[in-house]
């Protein structure tokens, strides 16, 4: 198959090694010739350009930009593709995207692979990067079946856990386990910065370990993505920085009231409650 | 040298291999038949015993043993030891406890070593588990030198990154890096439990992948021992948990009122603000 990939970044980048170790001829697109020259040496894809025509013979393209480039990138491809050519992109949040893409082109099918690092670009890209990993599709009710089907299987071929939904759902569920986290875990970080001892704070900055990298990771990444984020998951970030405001303030007062069995229960149901989530451990 | 081990846990294991890979002759004391068993059969012990009594010849001791249980056993040792006998903890908290095991043992030296994992017990143990983790040191204006140089040594021959402070300039610093972050991410896990549409929060349950993963694991650890850190250090924990609020409220205000760049700026303050943070990437 002939496969596009616009946006050669780790997500763009990861995409293209494993769908060329499928066999696919991939043909990458970046705004920059560099990107382009490291995508080709590292085996990303066949061949880049700078310019979205090189994809006139594409028969699939993975939109892989940041959110904001997305829907005007699949409007600039809807004068450049064949007409039975699939669409689908790298998202983190699906509703206005899609229902964006899907006007200017009826063959898009919303997509999200769950596969962040801490480092962005090219150069981390890495073969199996979606595998054992959620990777959720978001069609409507109109977007034609067989488009479905090209994405699924392609998705499949990276070993993902596919996942199908509406974008809404999609939105809501990604607010709580991918967005809020970003906003707590920054907020973490800010807070640790405000201590006014500068015995203390410097303390703090040497003591930090797994426990605070771990929980810092999300808020300490990329900027712009953050604010993508909120942006376009903007009333349903909303909700859940509500409930975990919520949550935060039954935490103090527990510690507050020093209700130490009821700190206990509670500590005991997160506890639990965390071997709900997908493969964690 | 003679070491006790009172308590094989993870960290006591963990001390045990270590301490034992560099020729020390190590015993180790628990409550339970098993786990001493366990610990012999591991190696993390020369030989182990359920009496502290067997502890009667050790040069220095480490008491491993949850918080709680830290200051008794040094009453209790202090009839067992001879008095050149060094006594070190492993708590993670100090104010409390640096201060009761002084009063009954002079050769004290509060001691914590910064190396969690999701896991517990003697069967997780690992050789090298403090290489290059914090461990920090408090001892107090009265504690022996020579005291002090014992531990010293034995820390270093962990090549643990060592610190040393006092146990109030530690707990404060702690609370803003390890203990602030398990109720930031206890609450994060609760509040999307919280979630009323049942779809949304099962596919949030299927969707969570290496972000939510990392910035839960803290909160989803081991509710003892979050009680006893809120418990022993109360005051400086609610200190950074109302530090923590206001910085969550300023970002939520951010989203709430699209103040994108004000959001991006903050983003990116958090950015480069981990960098500063000991050993984070």
Redesign the interface.
Known sequence: MNIGIVGLGLIGGSLGLDLRSSGHHVVGVSRQGKTCDTAVALGAVDQASCDLTALASADVVFVCTPIAAIAPTVATLSAILSQDAVITDVGSVKSEIVAAATQCWPNFVGGHP?????EAGIDVAEIQLFKG??Y?LTPLAQTPLTAIAVVRDLVQSLHA?L?E?SPE??D???A???H????????????????S?P??RT??????????????????????L??MM??YN?SA??H?????????????AL??Q?N?PG??H??????T?????????
Not at 114 to 118: D, I, L, N, P, Q
């Open positions: 769950m596969a962040g690092k801490s990993r959620p959720v856990n996942y939904c759902i999609h809501r569920a990604v709580w386990i991918s809020l986290p970003v906003m707590v875990s920054a907020s973490l970080i800010q807070a640790c910065m405000t201590e001892d015995v203390v303390q703090s900055l040497q003591f930090a370990s797994s426990g605070f990298r771990d929980t810092s990771r999300v808020g300490g990444g990329n900027p712009e953050g604010v909120a942006q903007r970030l909303l859940a920085l509500k409930g975990y405001r919520n949550q935060l303030d039954q935490v103090t510690v507050e020093e130490w700190l206990e509670l500590l005991s149901q997160t506890h409650a965390r071997t709900q989530f997908n493969g964690l451990s």
